[in-house]
T-cell receptor, first 119, second 111 residues
Framework: GAVVSQHPSWVICKSGTSVKIECRSL??????MFWYRQFPKQSLMLMAT?????????EQGVEKDKFLINHASLTLSTLTVTSAHPEDSSFYIC???????????????FGPGTRLTVL | SQQGEEDPQALSIQEGENATMNCSYK?????LQWYRQNSGRGLVHLIL?????REKHSGRLRVTLDTSKKSSSLLITASRAADTASYFC???????????FGEGTQLTVNP
């Protein structure tokens, strides 16, 4: 149980285009989803926290108009990178936490990540 | 900002040996979690230990937590080549809150 999927697993786009990444909790209701960014050989940097039905809370330094987050249901959150530029190229990972069959709330379950390359 | 610091940054051992990774943090926590990440993949949750716990086991994994020293350690016994990965600690200040990740330890287990 507690499986999180991400789609797409990788994407290459031209500079100036927008890219949408989906994060789904497959077998539990994710009351909270988190979006991270990871550069090569570095740790995860939290970008934002989103609760179902409310606006996301962005970390300091993360542009909310550039990284649009929507958490419309208890199983789906999306991250849209708007007007992407080469410096946005990175590995984007989502995680989800919430009530499941075992009532877990503190553990975050991670998706497999999305590799974004902006040309 | 990352509050967790892990050491060593990199660890290379032979199959069968034990691997110990340490994590220190700065603020009070509700829980501390360890995750594993294989190259280019998502994170896999290994174990969660709460602030009122001192030690936890899961298979070949043993995690200790010393809240007075604000530190935790992850011990992997009888390591295997498949254990090669990056290991991250992450702290939650309150139940259900965001996690703050450490810098990670890159473990290489040589066959």
């Amino acid at each position: 149980g507690a499986v999180v999927s991400q789609h797409p697993s990788w994407v290459i786009c031209k500079s100036g285009t927008s890219v949408k990444i989906e994060c789904r909790s497959l077998d539990f209701q994710a009351t909270t989803m988190f979006w991270y960014r990871q550069f090569p050989k570095q740790s995860l940097m939290l970008m934002a926290t989103s609760n179902e039905g409310s606006k996301a809370t962005y970390e300091q330094g993360v542009e909310k108009d550039k990284f649009l987050i929507n958490h419309a249901s208890l199983t789906l959150s999306t991250l849209t990178v708007t007007s992407a530029h080469p410096e946005d190229s990175s590995f984007y990972i989502c995680s989800a936490s919430g009530q499941g069959a075992r009532g877990l709330t503190d553990t975050q379950y991670f998706g497999p990540g999305t590799r974004l390359t902006v040309l | 900002s990352q509050q967790g610091e892990e050491d060593p940054q990199a660890l290379s051992i032979q199959e069968g040996e034990n691997a110990t990774m340490n994590c220190s943090y700065k603020t009070s926590i509700n829980n501390l979690q360890w995750y594993r990440q294989n190259s280019g993949r998502g994170l896999v949750h290994l174990i969660l230990i709460r602030s009122n716990e001192r030690e936890k086991h899961s298979g070949r994994l043993r995690v200790t937590l010393d809240t007075s020293k604000k530190s935790s350690s992850l011990l992997i016994t009888a390591s295997r080549a498949a254990d090669t990965a990056s290991y991250f600690c992450a702290t939650g200040e309150t139940s259900g809150s965001r996690l703050t990740f450490g810098e990670g330890t890159q473990l290489t287990v040589n066959p």
